[in-house]
């Protein structure tokens, strides 16, 4: 196995000057630019039965789970996912994610789930 070339110091000339709050930034720029294509799929790539699985795992039992998705549905919030709906009203009144779940799938919690993602927007 031929031994790699060391070219650490001309890959990273283009860095050289940077102090570390502009390597900071540049790190958090590469970062945004290849994560948000990845969230711009889970927004617009998403389906019910993906919703429910995702809670399933989260250990939300499925008919709770049918009706949080369903919530999410009818109020136009799928897109920001139903396990995050669910953090966000665990934040938001102060509880567990399995109690907010409940609270969700009970029709209970929607009013800050909505409030927390405009408050966001």
Do not use: Y
Not at 16 to 38: Q, S
């Amino acid at each position: 196995m031929k031994p790699r070339e060391d070219d650490f110091a001309r890959r990273r000339a283009h860095l050289a000057k940077l102090d570390d709050a502009a390597l900071e930034r540049r790190f958090w720029e590469l970062t945004r630019k290849a994560v948000e294509p990845m969230l711009d799929l889970a927004r617009h790539n998403t389906s019910p039965a993906i919703e429910r699985s995702v809670l399933a795992r989260l250990g939300v039992p499925s008919h709770e789970a049918k009706a949080i998705v369903e919530g999410c549905l009818s109020r136009g919030l799928l897109g920001h996912g139903a396990g995050h709906a669910v953090m966000k009203a665990a934040q938001t009144a102060g509880c567990s994610p399995r109690q907010a779940a409940s609270g969700l799938a009970a029709g209970r919690l929607w009013a800050s789930v909505e409030r927390a993602w405009r408050h966001d927007a």
